[in-house]
């Protein structure tokens, strides 16, 4: 496996799992509200500063591809 399809597999893995934390985390705020709970592990927040970790590496993983294809480009 190439270090372009590893780049692109991981970037759409971290992506859908910070997709998926979300959603996750909307609906715990949501049940929350009502005086319920989805997941009884963790908090909404938490879900949510999961997510963020993930996009920033999502978008330090696009800026280095479009680096490289800038650099190939000239």
Same mark, same amino acid.
């Given at each position: 496996?190439?270090?372009?399809?590893l780049?692109?597999? +991981?970037?759409? +893995? !971290?992506?859908?799992?910070?997709?998926v934390? !979300?959603?996750? *985390? &909307?609906?715990?705020? #949501?049940?929350? %509200?009502?005086?319920?709970?989805? $997941? %009884?592990? #963790?908090? *909404?927040? #938490?879900?949510?500063?999961?997510a /963020? /970790? &993930? &996009? +920033? !590496? /999502?978008? *330090? $993983? %696009? &800026?280095?591809? $479009?680096?490289? *294809?800038? #650099?190939?480009?000239?």
């Amino acid at each position: 496996m190439n270090l372009e399809k590893l780049e692109s597999v +991981v970037s759409r +893995v !971290f992506f859908f799992g910070a997709f998926v934390l !979300f959603v996750l *985390a &909307l609906m715990e705020r #949501t049940a929350d %509200q009502f005086g319920y709970s989805v $997941i %009884q592990v #963790t908090r *909404a927040v #938490t879900l949510m500063e999961t997510a /963020v /970790v &993930l &996009l +920033v !590496f /999502v978008i *330090a $993983i %696009q &800026l280095r591809v $479009i680096r490289e *294809a800038l #650099t190939r480009k000239p």
